[in-house]
């Protein structure tokens, strides 16, 4: 009966040590993945802040934009006024 107790008490350790190892590599996988999962979420605080910037440039480009037609439309209504003028004083003058 010693015999056999004794070799219980083996196997019961040798049971205990792979179960030891076998948390150790679950510990060691759960760590990985906690690590992959930061370094996943700075990259996706880093590519919001990328398109933030890129949304703020498209909007000041069409900001520009418009502001640009509207000074090309003013700048057109002005040159057809003062050329009409010219026109109209040209004209009174010749008759004169």
């Given at each position: ?31 990985d993945?906690?690590d ?43 040159t ?17």
């Open positions: 009966m010693t015999k056999t107790l004794s070799q219980f008490e083996k196997n019961v350790g040798v049971s205990f040590s792979y179960v030891k190892k076998d948390i150790l590599s679950v510990n060691d996988s759960v760590s993945l906690h992959q999962m930061q370094h996943l979420s700075l990259n996706q605080a880093m590519l919001l802040e990328k398109l933030a910037k890129l949304e703020q440039r498209l909007t000041a480009k069409k900001s520009a934009r418009k502001a640009a037609k509207k000074v090309a439309k003013k700048s057109s209504k002005k057809t006024k003062k050329q009409a003028k010219k026109i109209v004083k040209k004209e009174t003058i010749t008759y004169q």
